[in-house]
């Protein structure tokens, strides 16, 4: 994953496996360390290439009171994916994608 303009946030994927074939969501999870809220980042992620995509969701969790936003667009050829966000400090967010794997993600 990458952001734009944001030093504060960083990103990682915390599962590893899928059931081939089986509906399945790809989470990847951003976190802001703060101390300052962001605003209107934009992100990309590179979905796995065995990764059929079909729609778009998000978890907030913030240990002091704040809300999070998050919206995406389609995937390029390339199974790339972007969109932005808004998240407070001192909170995370799930990006979460729904879709199938063909084969066992490596």
């Known amino acids: 994953s990458s952001f734009t303009n944001q030093a504060a946030l960083n990103a990682n994927v915390p599962q590893n496996y899928y059931t081939p ?6 989470r990847v999870r951003v976190q802001n360390a703060g101390p300052s809220n962001v605003t209107d980042a934009t992100w990309t992620d590179d979905l796995p290439s065995n990764f059929n995509y079909s729609s778009f969701d998000f978890e907030c969790d913030c240990l002091n009171a704040g809300s999070c936003t998050a919206s995406a667009g389609a995937t390029n050829a390339s199974n790339t994916i972007a969109g932005s966000l808004d998240l407070p400090a001192d909170c995370s967010i799930d990006l979460l994608f729904t879709g199938i794997f063909d084969t066992a993600p490596n």
């Open 21 to 26: 074939g089986e509906e399945t969501i790809y």
